[in-house]
């Protein structure tokens, strides 16, 4: 069946070290997002896709980076330099305007 | 600053009776507002949602109120079950060069009590 398939659930870091995180589609949706949630607050918009090989910045987009070479995928690579990783990463996506679909995140940590 | 506000952390509520939901909002280029349900460890899952053009949406047992003239919405769950447990998020919508960009409010925690 159709969704959106993050792995791994759970990443642990060595500060100083990138991490890429995976998102996969098969619902044949353009657009796809990263999220970043820390406790108590809601999800904050790190990148964006409308389409492959294209992709924007969103609020927090400081120390990630991502590519779109496949309509399916979409990962993010949680750089060294972004100072406070530990979080929440959540990869979403949606066709046009219609609500957008989560994954089930990956809670990345910092060793 | 903080375009959406869900100003209720939680809200605990006896099964059966009516659960409210308010969230705020700033900025009136939004044009679509949904919220979204989230259990521990998995992704928010969609609820309902309501354009800018309407003042209520019904599914169900949940219905989303919006008051453009206050920016305020608000989610009511009746009757109230123990399975709606869990973490609601308000989320508004501009559209931002043809990408549909959502802006979530901190969430607030939703028990039902038996």
């Not at chain 1, 959540?90 to 060793?111: E, Y």
């Not at chain 2, 003042?55 to 920016?71: H, I, M, P, Y």
Request: proline share 5%; with cysteine; charged share 20%.
């Amino acid at each position: 069946d159709g969704g959106i398939t993050q792995s791994p659930k759970y990443l642990f870091r060595k500060e100083g070290q990138n991490v890429t995180l995976s998102c996969e589609q098969n619902l044949n949706h353009d657009a796809m997002y990263w999220y970043r949630q820390d406790p108590g607050q809601g999800l904050r918009l790190i990148y964006y896709s409308q389409i492959v090989n294209d992709f924007q910045k969103g609020d927090i987009a400081e120390g990630y980076s991502v590519s779109r070479e496949k309509k399916e995928s979409f990962p993010l690579t949680v750089t060294s330099a972004q100072k406070n990783p530990t979080a929440f990463y959540l990869c979403a996506s949606s066709r046009d305007v219609q609500p957008q679909h989560f994954g089930d995140g990956t809670r990345l940590s910092i060793l | 600053d903080q375009q959406v506000k869900q100003n209720s952390p939680s809200l605990s509520v006896q099964e059966g009776r009516i659960s409210i939901l308010n969230c705020d909002y700033t900025n009136s280029m939004f044009d679509y507002f949904l919220w979204y349900k989230k259990y521990p460890a998995e992704g928010p899952t969609f609820l309902i949602s309501i354009s800018s053009i309407k003042d209520k949406n019904e599914d169900g047992r949940f219905t989303v109120f919006l008051n453009k003239s206050a920016k305020h919405l608000s989610l009511h769950i009746v009757p109230s079950q123990p399975g709606d447990s869990a973490v609601y998020f308000c989320a508004a919508s501009a559209l931002v060069q043809g990408a549909q960009k959502l802006v979530f409010g901190q969430g607030t925690r939703l028990t039902i009590n038996p």
